[in-house]
């Protein structure tokens, strides 16, 4: 299983960005997938996810309404797009997979055994 994330960079705050998470090396049937961030210091946080058998997503809280979870699945591509980017949204941005799980999908990102390197995200003036 092989999971490549990309997009990532530096953004000045109200700015947005499109990740990208190319997936590979697995059945693609119904699946959990998740978008994940850590900053050193923090706890790993999911921010978004999405279970592939009915394209069914949802958000941490505090991003509901600037971030949007989706796939291309022709492509086998997951995506992240974030708007209104704050400061405190800086963090590596990981992509995960839960390989043939049922809704819904775990939030904790001890449910989820693969993972991608991460892509930097970074917003500042």
């Known amino acids: 299983v092989q999971l490549v994330e990309s997009g990532g960079g530096l953004v000045q705050p109200g700015g947005s960005l499109r990740l990208s998470c190319a997936a590979s090396?697995?059945?693609?049937?119904?699946?959990?997938m998740g978008w994940f961030r850590h900053t050193p210091g923090k706890e790993r946080e999911g921010v978004a996810y999405?279970?592939?058998?009915?394209?069914?997503?949802y958000y941490r809280d505090s991003v509901e309404g600037r971030f949007t979870i989706s796939r291309d699945s022709s492509k086998h591509t997951l995506f992240l797009q974030i708007n209104s980017l704050k400061p405190e949204d800086t963090a590596m941005y990981y992509c995960?997979?839960?390989?043939?799980?049922?809704?819904?999908?775990?939030?904790?990102?001890?449910?989820?055994?693969?993972w991608g390197q991460g892509t930097k995200v970074t917003v500042s003036s």
């Open positions: 999405i279970y592939t058998g009915t394209d069914t997503t």
């Open positions: 090396g697995y059945p693609y049937s119904s699946h959990c």
């Open positions: 995960a997979v839960r390989i043939s799980y049922s809704y819904p999908c775990p939030r904790a990102p001890s449910g989820y055994n693969y």
